[in-house]
Each structure stands twice: as structure tokens, then as C-alpha cells.
């Protein structure tokens, strides 16, 4: 069973940068791949990165490249997204999922069962 939840977000001036953790309490953490979205207000969910059970591959939306990294400690059962240069544009509820890499690597959300509570990253100018 996997059990999301994230923390890490908060108040950053643009330029800045913040570290999301997502850490699962269940005991399968390391087979699943794992995946960051995110949610502006009066906008829909889109996908933000995504990591592969083993780590070995990464996928990124296109407006975060060379900005966003993400990564994973499956010891410590937690999947990061380090962001640097954050822009006001990032200002979102970020949440973090898990499931299959053959969803998560095109950015597929709607077969993803397991979600976060989401945490507040807002970017001021």
C-alpha cells in the first residue's frame, strides 16, 4: 500500500529555490515510479516530472527543464523535487503520485491511484 505525503513547500521570492520531499509510509515504495504535479488556481492539473522505480529515468514538462530536478532515495522510501529559479508561474499546490512509468513518463494522471495531500509553493515577484 502506498501512502503519500509531501511537505517542503512555502513562500519564496522568484530566483529562489525550495526542496519538496514526498515521503511513502507503506513497504512497496521502491516498485513504483513516481511522479510530480501541480495546480495553479482556476487552472487544471499538470504534470511537472516524473522519476522511475529504480531512478534510472526522468521526465520533465518542457517550462521546468534546466530549473526542476527530481530524484529519489528508495532507502528512505522518498522521492524529492528540487526546485531552483522558481518563477511566479510556479506558484501552484504541488502533489506527488505513484503508479505505472508507462503513464507517468507522458505525464498521464488519470490512471494514478495514489496522490498526496499537496503542499503550497507560491513565488512572489
Known amino acids: 500500500q502506498v501512502q503519500l505525503v509531501e511537505s517542503g513547500g512555502g513562500l519564496v521570492q522568484a530566483g529562489g529555490s525550495l526542496r519538496l520531499s514526498c515521503a511513502n509510509s507503506?513497504?512497496?515504495?521502491?516498485?513504483?515510479?513516481m511522479g510530480w504535479f501541480r495546480q495553479a488556481p482556476g487552472k487544471d492539473r499538470e504534470f511537472v516530472a516524473a522519476?522511475?522505480?529504480?531512478?534510472?529515468?526522468?521526465r520533465y514538462t518542457d517550462s521546468v527543464k534546466g530549473r526542476f530536478t527530481i530524484s529519489r532515495d528508495n532507502a528512505k522510501n522518498t522521492v524529492y523535487l528540487q526546485m531552483n529559479s522558481l518563477k511566479p508561474d510556479d506558484t501552484a499546490v504541488y502533489y506527488c503520485?505513484?503508479?505505472?512509468?508507462?503513464?507517468?513518463?507522458?505525464?498521464?494522471?488519470?490512471?494514478?491511484?495514489?496522490w498526496g495531500q499537496g503542499t503550497q509553493v507560491t513565488v512572489s515577484a
Open positions: 522519476i522511475s522505480y529504480a531512478g534510472g529515468s526522468t
Open positions: 507503506g513497504r512497496t515504495f521502491s516498485i513504483y515510479s
Open positions: 503520485a505513484a503508479g505505472p512509468w508507462g503513464s507517468l513518463r507522458v505525464g498521464l494522471s488519470s490512471d494514478l491511484t495514489s
